[in-house]
């Protein structure tokens, strides 16, 4: 019985370009039907079954597995193809219950495992698309044997069960657990994306304004002090015309690992987007005036081996937080402010809300 954990159908176009499903299927299906050949062989020689039954122990115990991924390696679409063969596990089951006569445990145990298969697959709805064609097949088998009924399970019987009772359901959870975990790992890494800015490995927007909100949501709360500092590259546009777009981005680059470096261990960094940079720092007015001259001064020496005659500076405006600043929106345009005053005070400066440039032009 085929038993792997399928990914939801938006995956299916991925997995059918790369082959996947089948070769995952396959090896659960071999394990499966390779184990369910014990007990059927012990029912079949205890009923004294005909050469027919035997003849359908071996195709559908020993081919098919192979038969069914041969058929969707050389599909054109293999996922589908995938899907009819699991459909076709459980016609399968459906017929082994009459052939066996209704013996207990191993007729529940095939159609139950079988039905179980398509509920792991999480694929909606499968299973119970599966069940008309395993009681069509019950049907049809008990047509052909007269419904012969021997319901009663032998000890042999039951001890043949047991294998596939425990080694496969193993197998299944085992490659479920896996599964999961390769889930949970990509999550983590979609987490880790969402929160860093790719090309400079800063905070994304995003992530800096829940951290920016905390720390504001901590100055009202314990009254410790917080200023906010955009950062803003001074004529990016130029470069890039100059130089081009590569350049451009090592330049971004260059500048946010100043800016992570001047800004420290105990502030957030991020990229607002474009060549606009933002720190929320747990300082002073002071405090975070000295940072900002340590950026600005660490900018303006800041050159690139493949652009040498290129140099960089920054417009910086710094808002210290206020009672009036409830949330981060305001906290923001207190900063924008600043860093409008330094932009048109000449750039390459240093200005707050309140006062005029701090910093000026080395």
């Avoid at 370009?17 to 062989?41: E, K, Q």
């Avoid at 043949?160 to 983590?188: D, G």
């Avoid at 502030?267 to 975070?288: M, V």
Wanted: net charge positive; hydrophobic share 50%; charged share 20%.
């Amino acid at each position: 019985m085929a038993a792997p954990s399928h990914p939801p159908p938006e995956h299916a176009a991925r997995l059918s370009d790369l082959h996947l499903l089948p070769r995952r299927v396959y090896r659960f299906r071999v394990l499966g039907m390779g184990l369910a050949a014990l007990p059927i062989f012990l029912v079949l020689r205890e009923i004294g079954a005909p050469p027919a039954s035997w003849a359908w122990l071996v195709a559908s115990c020993f081919l098919w597995p192979h038969l069914a991924y041969w058929l969707a390696r050389r599909s054109a679409d293999p996922f589908q193809a995938e899907l009819r063969n699991l459909m076709s596990d459980s016609i399968i089951a459906g017929l082994w219950a009459p052939l066996l006569h209704f013996n207990a445990l191993p007729s529940v145990l095939l159609m139950s495992v079988a039905t179980a298969d398509k509920i792991n697959t999480g694929i909606r709805g499968l299973w119970l698309r599966s069940l008309p064609g395993m009681l069509l097949a019950v049907l049809a088998g008990g047509l052909l044997t007269g419904f012969a009924f021997a319901p009663a399970t032998s000890m042999p019987v039951l001890l043949a069960c047991l294998p596939i009772m425990v080694v496969h359901t193993l197998a299944v959870s085992l490659n479920s657990f896996l599964l999961v975990r390769r889930v949970q790992l990509q999550n983590r890494q979609l987490d880790e994306l969402s929160r860093v800015d790719v090309l400079t490995g800063l905070d994304s927007r995003r992530h800096w304004q829940d951290q920016a909100g905390r720390l504001l949501q901590r100055r009202h709360a314990t009254g410790k002090a917080a200023t906010l500092a955009l950062v803003d590259l001074d004529w990016f546009k130029d470069i890039n015309d100059r130089h081009g777009h590569a350049v451009g981005d090592d330049v971004l680059r260059g500048i946010a690992a100043l800016v992570r470096r001047a800004a420290g261990p105990e502030a957030h960094a991020g990229r607002l987007g474009g060549d606009e940079f933002a720190i929320a720092l747990p300082a002073t007015l002071a405090e975070a005036e000295a940072v900002a001259e340590r950026l600005r001064a660490s900018v303006q020496a800041f050159s690139l081996p493949q652009a040498p005659g290129l140099r960089c500076s920054v417009s910086i405006g710094l808002a210290q937080a206020r009672d009036d600043d409830l949330g981060l929106r305001e906290w923001i345009e207190s900063a924008d402010k600043a860093l409008y005053r330094a932009k048109h005070g000449g750039r390459n400066r240093t200005a707050t809300e309140a006062a005029g440039p701090s910093a000026q032009t080395a």
